[in-house]
Nanobody
């Protein structure tokens, strides 16, 4: 069982930046895909960004050009710039292939207008 430990998140004004990080408990296990989902009240959980072990990435259309996902072995980061109030959500780290097999506990991101 792989545990995912998240850090980052918090409260920021619109236009600001935040960085989320997530580390897998087992640094040696091979994890094909890692990514970030988010869920806001009344909405379904959605995939924000994902990155494969080879570095291939994909993004939710609404975050393209603003968010950047990166990875160093079994640690994945999400740099979020030009944040908007609609980005407010609980962000969850996920890992496995296909996504998601493992989940993090979630971290709150709140963007004030």
């Amino acid at each position: 069982q792989v545990q995912l430990v998240e850090s980052g998140g918090g409260l920021v004004q619109a236009g600001g930046s935040l960085r989320l990080s997530c580390a897998a408990s087992d640094r040696d296990i091979s994890i094909n895909v890692m990514g970030w989902y988010r869920q806001s009240p009344g909405r379904e959980r959605e995939l924000v960004a994902a990155i494969g072990s080879g570095g291939s990435t994909n993004y939710l259309d609404s975050v393209k050009g603003r968010f950047t996902i990166s990875r160093d072995r079994n640690t994945v980061n999400l740099q979020m710039n030009s944040l908007r109030p609609e980005d407010t959500a609980v962000y969850y780290c996920a890992a496995g292939h296909p996504l998601p097999v493992y989940w993090g506990q979630g971290t709150q991101v709140t963007v004030s207008s």
